[in-house]
């Protein structure tokens, strides 16, 4: 009897943590294709710095501009952009500011980009199991330049990230990759990266483009 009702319990546990696992997939594969329906955002590592690029769509003609940005500065030498949801974004652009305070707070030295990556990273995949929460929607490119130079590191809304030497997300990610194997080199200047930039939003925007529906930031 006892065997019988412990085994039971068990079966019962098991159900319960595959149904868990279950709806924690499908909120996973809801921020994915949140990000995935985003504004295209472009990171394009120089020789000499980071290039940063996204598209800035506004919903009104009535919004002010300079009160919404896609590219922002974590700290010095540090910057973020990202496709997505933009509250998720701005949620963990202040986690990432306060994060590289307090690293420079107690050594004294700014914050690795790889770091500040990671503990992004960390926060991110803790929403995708903790209770009473979801997943960010968004997915965010990190830039930064170190003392070894630059680098460029995109974060999933998993919490997995990777380090790329050129990359893009949003809705047009596919396109944009294809477009970069093509035209990235590894010696490419940073006036070389701002332009093929550029090159590839006009490539994949959707009506006219100018100064006020995208933004570029260059880490250096």
């Given at each position: 009897?006892f065997?019988?009702s412990?085994?039971?319990r068990?079966t019962?546990c098991r159900?319960?943590?595959?149904?868990?696992?279950?709806?924690?997939e499908?909120?996973?594969?809801?921020a994915?294709?949140?990000?995935?329906?985003?504004?295209s955002?472009?990171g394009?590592?120089?020789k000499?710095g980071?290039?940063?690029?996204s598209e800035?769509?506004l919903s009104?003609?009535?919004?002010d501009?300079?009160?919404f940005?896609k590219?922002?500065?974590?700290?010095?030498?540090?910057g973020a952009?990202?496709s997505?949801?933009s509250a998720?974004y701005?949620t963990l652009?202040?986690?990432?500011r306060?994060?590289?305070?307090?690293?420079?707070?107690r050594y004294?030295t700014p914050?690795g980009?790889?770091?500040?990556s990671?503990e992004?990273?960390?926060?991110?995949?803790e929403a995708?199991h903790?209770?009473g929460?979801r997943?960010?929607?968004?997915?965010?490119l990190?830039?930064?330049?170190d003392?070894?130079?630059p680098h460029?590191y995109?974060?999933d809304?998993?919490?997995?990230?990777f380090g790329?030497?050129?990359t893009?997300?949003?809705k047009?990610m596919i396109?944009?990759?294809?477009f970069?194997?093509?035209?990235?080199?590894?010696?490419?200047?940073?006036?070389?990266?701002?332009?093929?930039?550029i090159?590839?939003?006009?490539e994949?925007?959707e009506?006219?483009m100018?100064?006020i529906?995208?933004e570029i930031?260059?880490i250096g």
């Amino acid at each position: 009897f006892f065997f019988f009702s412990s085994r039971r319990r068990h079966t019962r546990c098991r159900e319960v943590s595959w149904a868990r696992r279950c709806v924690q997939e499908t909120e996973i594969d809801y921020a994915l294709e949140a990000m995935s329906k985003g504004e295209s955002s472009i990171g394009i590592c120089a020789k000499n710095g980071v290039v940063l690029a996204s598209e800035k769509k506004l919903s009104s003609i009535l919004v002010d501009e300079e009160s919404f940005h896609k590219v922002e500065l974590l700290g010095v030498a540090k910057g973020a952009a990202f496709s997505g949801l933009s509250a998720d974004y701005k949620t963990l652009l202040m986690k990432g500011r306060k994060e590289y305070h307090k690293f420079y707070s107690r050594y004294k030295t700014p914050i690795g980009t790889r770091r500040i990556s990671e503990e992004l990273g960390k926060v991110m995949q803790e929403a995708t199991h903790s209770g009473g929460v979801r997943p960010f929607g968004v997915s965010l490119l990190v830039a930064g330049y170190d003392d070894d130079g630059p680098h460029l590191y995109q974060i999933d809304p998993s919490g997995a990230y990777f380090g790329w030497k050129a990359t893009a997300i949003g809705k047009n990610m596919i396109s944009m990759k294809n477009f970069l194997e093509k035209r990235y080199a590894d010696n490419i200047e940073l006036e070389d990266a701002v332009h093929l930039a550029i090159l590839m939003l006009k490539e994949n925007y959707e009506g006219e483009m100018n100064e006020i529906n995208i933004e570029i930031g260059i880490i250096g």
